[in-house]
């Protein structure tokens, strides 16, 4: 099972950005499917997670408004659309799959991607 993230570049405060990640696997047999991300000198952050049916979704507080989750089972791929991004947005971003359920503010995934460098500018 392999992710790629991809999608990630640099733009300026208030822009947008697609995140898409793709899976070599089927992602409608996979459980969560998630956004993490991390920031130089700060732990690893939950972004984002959705479900499989792709019904149910979270959001860190810190994103919440401004990021939306999706998935698209058919064509194993998942995807996070960033707008209003801040500077405090930058960081590298990761997608992650796990097998089974659990609470979707879970940290705990099988499977990760290499990430994608977001970075945001003043």
């Known amino acids: 099972v392999q992710l790629q993230a991809s999608g990630g570049g640099l733009v300026q405060a208030g822009g947008s950005l697609r995140l898409s990640c793709a899976a070599s696997?089927?992602?409608?047999?996979?459980?969560?499917m998630g956004w993490f991300r991390q920031a130089p000198g700060k732990e690893r952050e939950l972004v984002g997670a959705?479900?499989?049916?792709?019904?149910?979704?979270y959001y860190a507080d810190s994103v919440n408004g401004r990021f939306t989750i999706s998935r698209d089972n058919a064509k194993n791929m998942m995807y996070l659309e960033m707008n209003s991004l801040k500077p405090e947005d930058t960081a590298v971003y990761y997608c992650?799959?796990?097998?089974?359920?659990?609470?979707?503010?879970?940290?705990?995934?099988?499977?990760w991607g290499q990430g994608t460098q977001v970075t945001v500018s003043s």
């Open positions: 992650a799959a796990r097998r089974y359920y659990q609470d979707l503010r879970s940290y705990d995934y099988d499977y």
């Open positions: 959705i479900s499989q049916s792709g019904f149910n979704t």
């Open positions: 696997g089927r992602t409608s047999s996979w459980s969560t």
